[in-house]
């Protein structure tokens, strides 16, 4: 029977524990970086920023910071001050646990069309979430020579009792969301689709995460391995959140589509890269040829707004000073306004 409560064992698994650390990071990194893109669309200005990316961000780079923070403690040979390092690791990241959750029931809203008893239940278990999440900061860490710095102890029931509530909330998120998958109300909407071929694996990976940390916390070996599982749930919860965001930021739909009584134009919560102008619609007609046989062709509704459009020298439509790619070229020697 191993004494989980003996110094060697307390010192063998904390090596343990930091090169666990180091591949998580290295994961994480990894991942991070292979969805920089779409990060750095946001940031020049590519895509549009809709409010919902504001989790997003936080989730990735808070569990970044929080990664950083604690390779930084893993690896000091120099007295620093651990206790104030280990509580920045451990405030990031219970916010990238707790974002990840936000993330999750965006997702959840989106599929139920931002249906008011949806969504403001959700927000009272969110607050309640963070709630948790903000008085469990109470992991004590100190420099010991020869080992750095060093976790002394953790209030083991306050963190269970946090993981235990994070469990509760991805279940409640997974069940909904399978419930709007198996028993849609009316016909089967595109965004409907794109969430039940991901197979809900993302929430179900979330749920585990969270319920494996939950068991090691409630074990309560010794006060190394009572958080060994927090971090690679942190880090499974936020990968998936985030992934599950770009699905749905990069879902475009064609076509207007019916999904519980309103289009899922709705559903999406301003998610995906909209212009803020209306896009043209294009009716087919048919024309009949001088020979008899009918031609589809295509024809475009006039603009909903009251502006005037400008044209330059060459017949292109302008707005401004700014050239619209989307002007009709015309190679004829005859130059007009394109129809």
Same mark, same amino acid.
């Given at each position: ?27 994480y #990194?990894?991942?991070?970086f292979? *969805? ?10 590519? @895509? ?8 997003? %961000? ?6 970044? !910071?929080a ?21 920045f ?24 069309? $931002? ?6 239940? &959700? ?13 469990? #900061? ?6 010991? +020579?020869? $080992?750095?710095?060093? #976790?002394?102890?953790?209030?083991? @029931? ?8 994070? =469990? ?15 028993? +849609?109300?009316?016909?089967?909407? @595109? ?9 809900l ?8 995460? /969270?319920?494996?940390a ?6 309560? &070996?010794? +006060?190394v =391995? ?6 690679p ?24 589509? =019916?999904?519980?009584g ?10 995906? /890269?909209?212009t ?5 619609? @294009? ?6 040829? *001088?020979?008899?046989?009918?031609? $589809? ?10 502006? %005037? ?13 700014? !050239? ?6 015309i190679?004829?020697? !005859? ?5």
């Open positions: 029977m191993v004494d989980w409560q003996s110094p060697d064992e307390v010192a063998k698994d904390g090596v343990a524990f930091g090169k666990f650390m180091h591949v998580l990071l290295g994961l #990194i990894w991942e991070w292979t *969805s920089l893109s779409f990060d750095w669309d946001y940031i020049s200005g590519k @895509r549009r920023f809709r409010w919902p990316m504001i989790f997003y %961000f936080l989730n990735r780079y808070c569990l970044l !910071f990664l950083i923070g604690i390779a930084i403690a893993l690896n000091v040979t120099t007295e620093i001050d651990c206790q104030g390092l280990y509580t690791n451990q405030c990031f990241g219970n916010a990238a646990i707790g974002l990840a959750s936000i993330n999750l029931s965006l997702r959840t809203i989106a599929v139920w069309n $931002q249906r008011w008893f949806i969504w403001v239940p &959700l927000v009272g278990v969110i607050l309640g979430h963070w709630s948790f999440l903000l008085h469990g #900061i109470l992991l004590k860490a100190a420099f010991i +020579p020869g $080992q750095g710095c060093t #976790i002394t102890s953790t209030d083991t @029931r306050l963190l269970a009792a946090t993981f235990i509530y994070s =469990m509760v909330f991805d279940l409640i998120v997974l069940s909904l969301t399978a419930y709007k998958l198996i028993f +849609p109300t009316g016909a089967k909407s @595109r965004l409907v689709s794109l969430i039940f071929n991901d197979g694996i993302y929430f179900i990976i979330a749920f585990l995460s /969270n319920l494996l939950t068991i090691f916390m409630s074990l309560n &070996l010794n +006060p =391995m009572s958080i060994i599982a927090n971090v749930a942190a880090i499974a919860s936020s990968i998936v959140a985030c992934r599950a965001v770009r699905r749905l930021t990069n879902y475009n739909m064609t076509g207007a589509e =019916m999904f519980g309103s289009t899922t134009a709705g559903s999406t919560l301003a998610f995906r /890269n909209t803020s102008q209306a896009t043209a619609i @294009r009716p087919k007609v048919l024309t009949k040829s *001088s020979d008899g046989v009918h031609v $589809q062709m295509e024809t475009f509704e006039s603009p909903s707004d009251n502006s %005037f459009l400008e044209y330059d020298a060459a017949g292109n439509i302008t707005r401004g000073e700014r !050239f619209d790619p989307e002007a009709q070229v190679a004829d020697e !005859f130059k007009r306004p394109p129809y």
